[in-house]
């Protein structure tokens, strides 16, 4: 089985108080970026899996037909 490319879990958050926040979280920290350069990636990176993801409908049927084989 081949390694994952990334190890770590990142998303960004905006508060309706306070400035946005990207969490990158490997296994055993979590780190806080607040610059909005960072953000700006992170917010990217995500908005790029969440275009290309299967919406919720298309991913039951994708699991469904993965167990049925």
């Known amino acids: 089985?081949?390694?994952?490319?990334?190890?770590?879990l990142s998303i960004s958050y905006?508060?309706?108080?306070g400035?946005?926040?990207a969490v990158v979280e490997p296994l055993t920290i979590a780190i806080y970026l607040e610059q909005d350069s960072?953000?700006?990636r992170y917010?990217?990176?995500?908005?790029?899996?969440?275009?290309?993801?299967?919406?919720?409908d298309a991913s039951r049927r994708y699991i469904?037909?993965?167990i049925k084989d």
């Open 1 to 8: 089985m081949a390694a994952p490319a990334s190890m770590a």
């Open 14 to 17: 905006t508060f309706l108080a």
């Open 19 to 21: 400035p946005p926040v």
């Open 38 to 40: 960072d953000i700006g």
């Open 43 to 56: 917010e990217t990176a995500f908005n790029h899996l969440r275009s290309e993801a299967l919406d919720a």
């Open 64 to 66: 469904h037909d993965l």
